[in-house]
């Protein structure tokens, strides 16, 4: 999440010429999981993840695309891919970003850089043109509690779901440093509050986007945080 500090140059020149905003309150963001209409697709997609939590390496990698797009300056082709994601090592970046992007609906999307494909999760493909994206995140959950501090035994001031909300801090240790668990600090109703960081998702964060072969489904495009 370190990298999200950082200005995504895609989402740069796409809002280059237009106002960006910051929501004064929580903007309705409802997931539409737009690869429903096809079944293929939804076998395809839990075939993947599947794979990926048992890291079936073999499975995941016949689903990679050659010429793989691996960002914007980065080499295309699978050894980029390689290098960036460690899918032979048990604890690669590969097995935890790919199974958190597969979890949440997936939606169309394209641009210059890239055809159109059908891509998860859907904040990206789905984010309103007119919110910044470098300071808001979406809450991707029905319900999360609002802690009024980094702590499960915090008070509780309030409770959000499918939100758009401001974001001041997208990494903020547990109040007990024995916990392992990870917070977000938003700004809810003009104050500070605190969503589990599993919650909360930015619109810059990894995006694997895939088209349908002759071969079937391929990943084709899976982008860092940023990229």
Same mark, same amino acid.
């Given at each position: 999440?370190?990298?999200?500090?950082?200005?995504?140059?895609?989402?740069?020149?796409?809002?280059?010429?237009? &106002?960006?905003?910051?929501?004064?309150?929580?903007?309705?963001?409802?997931?539409?999981?737009?690869?429903?209409?096809?079944?293929?697709?939804?076998?395809?997609?839990?075939?993947?993840?599947?794979?990926?939590?048992q890291?079936?390496?073999?499975?995941?990698?016949?689903?990679?695309?050659?010429?793989?797009?691996?960002?914007?300056?980065?080499?295309?082709?699978?050894e980029?891919?390689?290098?960036?994601?460690? &899918?032979?090592?048990?604890?690669?970046?590969?097995?935890r970003?790919?199974?958190?992007?597969? !979890?949440?609906?997936?939606?169309?999307?394209?641009?210059? !850089?890239?055809?159109?494909?059908?891509?998860? &999760?859907?904040?990206?493909p !789905?984010?309103?043109?007119?919110?910044?994206?470098?300071?808001? /995140?979406?809450?991707?959950?029905?319900?999360?509690?609002?802690?009024?501090?980094?702590?499960g035994?915090?008070?509780?001031?309030g409770?959000?779901?499918?939100?758009?909300?401001?974001?001041?801090?997208?990494?903020?240790?547990?109040?007990?440093p024995?916990?392992?668990?990870k917070?977000?600090?938003?700004?809810?109703?003009?104050?500070? /509050?605190?969503?589990?960081?599993?919650?909360?998702?930015?619109?810059?964060? !990894?995006?694997?986007?895939?088209?349908?072969?002759?071969?079937?489904?391929?990943?084709?495009?899976?982008?860092?945080?940023?990229?």
């Amino acid at each position: 999440m370190n990298s999200l500090r950082t200005a995504s140059l895609l989402l740069a020149a796409i809002i280059l010429l237009l &106002p960006v905003t910051a929501p004064a309150q929580e903007i309705p963001f409802v997931p539409r999981e737009e690869g429903a209409a096809d079944p293929g697709w939804i076998r395809f997609r839990d075939r993947l993840l599947t794979a990926v939590q048992q890291r079936d390496r073999k499975f995941v990698m016949t689903v990679v695309d050659r010429n793989i797009r691996n960002g914007l300056e980065r080499p295309r082709g699978l050894e980029e891919f390689r290098r960036q994601w460690e &899918p032979d090592a048990d604890d690669g970046p590969l097995w935890r970003e790919l199974a958190r992007a597969l !979890q949440l609906p997936s939606a169309y999307y394209r641009h210059d !850089q890239m055809p159109r494909s059908l891509c998860a &999760p859907y904040v990206l493909p !789905q984010w309103p043109i007119d919110i910044d994206p470098h300071s808001n /995140g979406a809450v991707t959950v029905r319900q999360t509690d609002v802690r009024a501090e980094p702590s499960g035994s915090a008070e509780i001031r309030g409770r959000i779901g499918h939100v758009i909300v401001g974001v001041a801090d997208w990494e903020v240790a547990d109040r007990d440093p024995d916990v392992k668990q990870k917070w977000v600090r938003i700004r809810y109703r003009d104050r500070a /509050g605190y969503v589990p960081e599993e919650h909360i998702r930015s619109p810059i964060e !990894q995006l694997a986007c895939f088209r349908r072969t002759e071969a079937g489904w391929r990943l084709t495009s899976f982008l860092a945080a940023g990229e």
